[in-house]
T-cell receptor, first 110, second 114 residues
Framework: AQRVTQPEKLLSVFKGAPVELKCNYS??????LFWYVQYSRQRLQLLLR?????SIKGFTADLNKGETSFHLKKPFAQEEDSAMYYC????????????WGAGTKLIIKP | GAGVSQSPRYKVAKRGQDVALRCDPI?????LFWYQQALGQGPEFLTY????????KSGLPSDRFFAERPEGSVSTLKIQRTQQEDSAVYLC????????????FGSGTRLTVV
């Protein structure tokens, strides 16, 4: 079954500390993985896609097929990073539907 | 328009009442999606349109839920005889084609059934 797991509901780190938001997935084929972010009082927005291999706002995520993970990382957290982060998966056999994790609330303490 | 617009932002309905939620996607976006997000959960897929065609409605939880997009632009999600378990945020998203490259989301409609 297709599934996305974000084991941490809440993650709290100090400003300047490294951040890692965990995402594990279950999918039998070759998935496409995404991170979406929702800042307070704002709508969900795409942060990054694994196929782009990009760094957005200092965040990166590497797809590890062996561990079936797509963890989101940032070396030095900033207060404006505080938000809800969702990991999502799309399979090649489903060119539209995303399967979502339950989300992790990231709080950056000053 | 500049973004995906949803209305109303908030809706309180009495149990048994019918509701209609509107989504105005970005102009020219072929694909339109509805998701349901319960408190503390990630979004759950409801249905998908490509232009006016509803290609997938497998996520609609019951036959009380109905969605349409008659002219391939604005979409309406209708819930008949609302129940308390329908309370959630209903998200609409659109994209140029499919969803593989990411969606643009609306702000959502928060439905509370009392």
């Amino acid at each position: 079954a297709q599934r996305v797991t974000q084991p941490e509901k809440l993650l709290s780190v100090f400003k300047g500390a490294p951040v890692e938001l965990k995402c594990n997935y279950s999918y039998s084929g070759s998935p496409e993985l995404f991170w979406y972010v929702q800042y307070s009082r704002q709508r969900l927005q795409l942060l990054l896609r694994h196929i782009s291999r990009e760094s957005i706002k200092g965040f990166t995520a590497d797809l590890n097929k062996g561990e079936t993970s797509f963890h989101l990382k940032k070396p030095f957290a900033q207060e404006e990073d505080s938000a809800m982060y969702y990991c999502a998966l799309s399979g090649r056999d489903s060119n539209y539907q995303l399967i979502w994790g339950a989300g992790t609330k990231l709080i950056i303490k000053p | 328009g500049a973004g995906v617009s949803q209305s109303p932002r908030y809706k309180v309905a009495k149990r048994g009442q019918d509701v209609a939620l509107r989504c105005d996607p970005i102009s020219g976006h072929v694909s339109l999606f509805w998701y349901q997000q319960a408190l503390g959960q990630g979004p759950e897929f409801l249905t998908y349109f490509q232009n006016e065609a509803q290609l997938d409605k497998s996520g609609l939880p019951s036959d009380r839920f109905f969605a349409e997009r008659p002219e391939g632009s604005v979409s309406t999600l209708k819930i008949q005889r609302t129940q308390q378990e329908d309370s959630a945020v209903y998200l609409c998203a659109s994209s140029l084609a499919g969803g593989k490259n990411g969606y643009t989301f609306g702000s959502g409609t928060r439905l509370t059934v009392v």
